[in-house]
């Protein structure tokens, strides 16, 4: 995954004062609720069960993930175990025998664990469904309202283009950030739900002011009860009064839960309450309108000003977009740090320290090309709102059946309460989707296709990365072989540092011995480097890197395995390579003596809760933080071109035609170091000074002879197509490109 951010923050978790969350608050009026304020033109529910900030349904899989090893990832660790995200919220009360039972059954069972990752992948794919279909309905709705003016016959000609250019428009000022949109559209839908709010109240008082009674839900069962069949039909329709309640779950890594519940309780939904009722109690005096060509909302406000409201409806419209196309942002970042989608740029448009707040290029546009694409196939509302109708009530319907495990899993909630929740709003739930499914031939069949290709999209990039990572596993290169070349590896070794990217979170990869036998020379210090995700959110800096050695000390071969959440902010190529030869530095200080680096939390080679054990060599792997190789204490690299005391560090000066950069270690001043230790550090200083050379291997992979049809099919055309078609590795990408050596490889799957 490529990862662009602006700019960096060392701890992206604090409490946020007042001032930012009222910040955030009116930001979210013009991100998250504008489509849930753009309803009358055509749920509130649960924000406690998010992932530490991060919504939508694929959030609730990555919590059940850390409560319960369901997670499919390959290279999934012990010591991730540990990580503060896993403990923080764990609850040590409740039913804890019944979610233990519970717990065991999923870890023993893989075909659980493939229908659990199967349902939420299910709910992610609606969630882009709905990406697609909301801005196209919102937007084409507000447009509609253009016939007040014209006859029928020459509006089927204006609003399909007018309602394209809008969208066009849209999807172009993404990139300009969620910040920057919210405070742009902010002020839009202040004043739409100011706009519908007044005209619901005049309505209200002029035409039937005993519409209040309509709140009680006695009126809901008598409506069933007299309409029956047709009443049941027609809750497909009520769907649409609460489209955008599903986007603004997925849009909490946007903004914050206490800022998007303030702006809903106190604007929102008095709003959208007094919009409904101001045209319940119109309609209730007209039951007959004119001509059905006419617009239900348009005629419910008053003739003088249907042309303001015309406009402020088209600009409302167009934000209401905005909220489903942001969370379907961070839901797609979530499924590809989690190998569950191809690699997509991802650029952190945030100047704050709000990094959920992302843009995808490659997303944006086509998102745009399957709104222009619904848009001109099916030229009016009602197809799309089926479509629509359908989207949401799916989504919410796999959020219900998350949340049941969530709350017996994580929350240690009864198993009968969880049950309860799963009946009282699954049932509910069932009935609007059962109203929804009828209407398939008319419309509802968009959001079902659409997801039928992104879950095999998905299906394909998981199954390809998996049995990628199987393959580098079983032709691993043995401990014995090294040790057998000796400390030079049979070769010459020079000045430099050599980064070699892999998969693996033990072993030996076997690109290494491609090198050694092909290659005369190769570098002096030699690591081998692992970007992957957890299923967290967020892992604190000095949890970043877990570091280790690889054979004896004389053969200057480390493992580092840095480790990222699914919203974090991968750190620039010159930040990055700093503070990972400064964990080394830190490890190759503190291995000797076990001691922990002052002032934080991280630990080296003694303690036994936040290692990992290397399988080849049965060394341990000690977690060293950004933090702590940079704190008291520690030591700090300095890069500089002035002169310094060289009883501080020692320095190795470029040759005079070739000006670099100085780098020295600045050491604590306490600790006494042996020779062994300060002779590694020099040698370790002198092969950062020299360079770093980032290699990775570049995979070709192939069904292996005998594989099944659907196998060689898979992998040989899906995940091939897949693979060249989207993004290298993110920290590949970062470094430059003159520095990278890619070695081509065959991979016999």
């Not at 990406?131 to 000609?157: C, D, N, R, W």
């Not at 409201?309 to 167009?318: D, Q």
């Not at 359908?390 to 929350?411: G, N």
């Amino acid at each position: 995954m490529d990862i662009e951010a602006k700019p960096r923050n060392s701890d992206p978790i604090k409490k946020e004062s007042w001032r930012t969350v009222m910040t955030l608050a009116y930001q979210s009026l013009g991100v998250v609720y504008g489509d849930l304020s753009t309803s009358p033109l055509y749920v509130y529910k649960i924000l406690r069960a998010d992932d530490n900030g991060e919504g939508g349904t694929f959030a609730l899989y990555t919590l059940l993930c850390r409560h319960a090893r369901v997670s499919t990832l390959p290279n999934g660790q012990l010591a991730d175990e540990e990580l503060y995200e896993y403990k923080k919220d764990e609850i040590t009360s409740g039913s804890r025998d019944i979610g233990l039972s519970l717990k065991s059954t999923l870890e023993k069972h893989k075909i659980l664990q493939k229908a659990l990752l199967v349902l939420a992948l299910l709910g992610t794919c609606m969630v882009i469904g709905d990406g697609v279909l909301t801005p196209a309905i919102s937007v084409f709705s507000a447009v509609s309202g253009l016939e007040l003016s014209m006859s029928k016959e020459h509006h089927q000609y204006v609003e399909v283009p007018i309602t394209c250019i809008i969208l066009v428009l849209l999807f172009c000022l993404q990139h300009y950030g969620t910040h920057r949109v919210g405070f742009l559209f902010a002020p839009i839908v202040v004043t739409w739900l100011l706009c519908i709010s007044t005209i619901g109240v005049y309505n209200i008082f002029h035409w039937n002011p005993q519409v209040f009674q309509a709140l009680s839900p006695y009126y809901m069962y008598k409506f069933l009860k007299k309409t029956k069949k047709g009443g049941w039909m027609s809750l497909g329709g009520i769907l649409l009064c609460i489209t955008g309640s599903e986007a603004m779950y997925a849009d909490l890594g946007h903004f914050s839960q206490l800022s998007i519940k303030m702006a809903f309780t106190f604007v929102v939904y008095p709003s959208l309450i007094l919009a409904y009722m101001g045209q319940a109690a119109y309609l209730s005096k007209h039951h007959i309108l004119e001509t059905d060509y006419r617009i239900g909302f348009y005629v419910s406000v008053p003739e003088k000003i249907r042309w303001p409201v015309l406009g402020i409806a088209i600009l409302a419209a167009v934000v209401g977009s905005q909220a489903i196309i942001t969370g379907t942002f961070s839901i797609i970042k979530q499924c590809s740090a989690l190998g569950c989608f191809p690699r997509v740029k991802i650029i952190h448009t945030s100047p704050t320290n709000k990094h959920g707040q992302i843009y995808i290029p490659e997303i944006n546009w086509t998102l745009m090309l399957l709104c222009l694409a619904v848009t001109i196939g099916f030229r009016d509302t009602k197809h799309i709102s089926n479509a629509a109708g359908l989207a949401v009530i799916t989504v919410m319907l796999v959020t219900t059946c998350l949340m049941s495990l969530v709350m017996v899993l994580c929350w240690r909630k009864s198993i009968f309460l969880a049950l309860a929740f799963m009946f009282f709003f699954g049932s509910i739930e069932i009935l609007y989707f059962s109203a929804s499914l009828i209407k398939f031939r008319e419309g509802a069949w968009v959001p079902v296709a659409l997801s039928i290709i992104f879950l095999v999209i998905m299906f394909v990039w998981h199954y390809g990365t998996i049995k990628k990572y199987e393959f580098d596993v079983q032709n691993k290169v043995s401990i014995n072989w090294l040790l057998s070349l000796g400390p030079t590896l049979g070769i010459m070794r020079v000045r430099g540092i050599g980064l070699i990217h892999t998969e693996l979170v033990s072993g030996i990869p076997a690109i290494f011995s491609h090198f050694v036998t092909n290659l005369p020379a190769f570098h002096q210090v030699v690591v081998f480097l692992c970007v992957k995700s957890v299923p967290v959110p967020h892992v604190r800096p000095e949890e970043r890197f877990l570091v280790g050695r690889i054979g004896p000390k004389e053969y200057r071969l480390y493992r580092c395995i840095a480790r990222y959440g699914y919203r974090d902010v991968d750190m620039d190529d010159v930040g990055f390579e700093n503070d990972l030869i400064c964990c080394i530095a830190e490890f190759v200080r503190t291995e000797r003596s076990g001691q922990t680096s002052a002032g934080n939390d991280s630990v080296t080679g003694t303690s036994d809760n936040l290692l990992s054990e290397d399988s080849d060599n049965d060394r341990k792997m000690a977690v060293v933080g950004v933090a702590s190789a940079n704190s008291e204490g520690s030591i700090r690299m300095c890069e500089e071109e002035t002169e310094f005391s060289p009883e501080i560090a020692v320095v190795v000066a470029a040759p005079p035609p070739v000006p670099r950069k100085r780098v020295r270690f600045v050491l604590p001043a306490s600790p006494q170091m042996d020779t062994g230790v300060r002779e590694e550090l020099r040698e370790l200083m002198e092969a950062r000074e020299a360079g770093l050379a980032f290699i990775r291997g570049h995979c070709y992979v192939k069904a292996k002879r005998g594989s099944s049809l659907m196998k060689r099919f898979v992998i040989n055309f899906g995940y091939d197509f897949l693979r060249r078609n989207s993004r290298g590795p993110g920290n590949a990408l970062s470094f430059p490109q003159a520095s990278t050596l890619e070695v081509g490889m065959v991979y016999q799957v």
